[in-house]
């Protein structure tokens, strides 16, 4: 995990701190937060927002999310693309393929238990997806959820009963297992800016991916940093995750302001007040308000 220190700094120097940027970028302050702690990269469209409101270029604030350059021309690669990939493995290069299957539809038809790992790249857990994983549990399957971004939107998930919800660290894929079959949904070489691969692997398949899988999500469950089994833990893992993401930021900007401070020094007695100034004090805008 690595701090992004290019989204920090430009918060900065507007002067805005994490709610007020939610506030305009119509998000959740902890979504600001996992970007700026970089446990998360913004989806696209949200990367545009913040580089408009920074009035900054998303090279500048993402360098590892700059476009790559399209592919020599192949059939093979056009998006949307679906191909065998040996074994009982079946990818495709567009998830939004309509061949590919459905995480709604793939739930609502599981008669097994089921493994959910989110990473909010492929489906958040909300809306349809939150009411099948609640109608498979009360029919009497075990579902398990782990999520890297516990909201107290997930309420519905932690009164079911026969559903577990954990908080788990940042995974890179979103997966959807029910045995004999698990969806992987990916980002193509790591960009979110780029399709998401979507994987379909088969219990019986002899490559072992099948096997990785569920041992990674065996791994990521055992491993949880937080078991929220009410609606109260919830809340308050979300509210202390955001407080201690803002008291990190600020305590990383103080010595920022020291420095501004000290600079703005003079020689004169330290005891006399610093002289005011007769004009008022401009309202605070962010860059790339219009005038």
């Known amino acids: 995990m690595t701090v992004n220190q290019n989204l920090k700094n430009a918060l900065a120097d507007a002067g805005l701190s994490i ?15 996992r970007w700026i702690a970089g446990t998360s990269t913004p989806y696209p469209r949200h990367r545009a927002a913040i580089s408009r409101a920074l009035a900054l270029d998303e090279t500048v604030l993402w360098p590892e999310h700059a476009p790559t350059p399209p592919a020599a021309s192949n059939p093979s690669n056009a998006r949307g693309a679906s191909a065998a990939a040996g074994g009982q493995v079946t990818a495709w290069a567009d998830s939004s393929d309509p061949s590919a299957p459905d995480p709604v539809a793939f739930i609502a038809a599981a008669d097994r238990p089921i493994d959910i790992l989110c990473d909010d790249i492929w489906f958040e857990l909300a809306g349809p997806i939150s009411d099948a994983l609640i109608a498979r549990a009360r029919a009497g399957h075990c579902v398990r959820v782990a999520t890297t971004a516990p909201r107290p939107n997930l309420a519905p998930l932690v009164r079911q009963t026969g559903l577990e919800l954990r908080c788990v660290a940042v995974s890179g894929v979103d997966l959807v297992h ?14 979110l800016d780029q399709p998401l691969a979507l994987l379909q692997a088969e219990a019986d398949g002899a490559d072992g991916l099948y096997d990785r899988l569920a041992a990674h999500f065996n791994t990521a469950w055992n491993e949880s940093v937080e078991v929220i089994s009410t609606v109260d833990e ?8 955001y407080d ?15 420095d501004e401070d000290v600079g703005a020094s003079t020689d004169s007695d330290e005891s006399d007040p610093p002289p005011q100034s007769s004009q ?4 605070r805008r962010w860059p790339g308000a219009r005038g």
């Open 19 to 33: 709610e007020e940027f939610a506030s305009i970028l119509s998000v959740d302050p902890k979504s600001v937060g």
């Open 178 to 191: 029910a045995e004999p079959t698990m969806l992987i949904a990916t980002p193509l070489g790591g960009f």
């Open 234 to 241: 919830l809340e308050a893992y979300h509210t202390n995750a």
């Open 244 to 258: 201690e993401l803002e008291g990190a930021l600020d305590d990383d900007l103080e010595p920022l302001v020291a």
């Open 280 to 283: 008022p004090r401009p309202a």
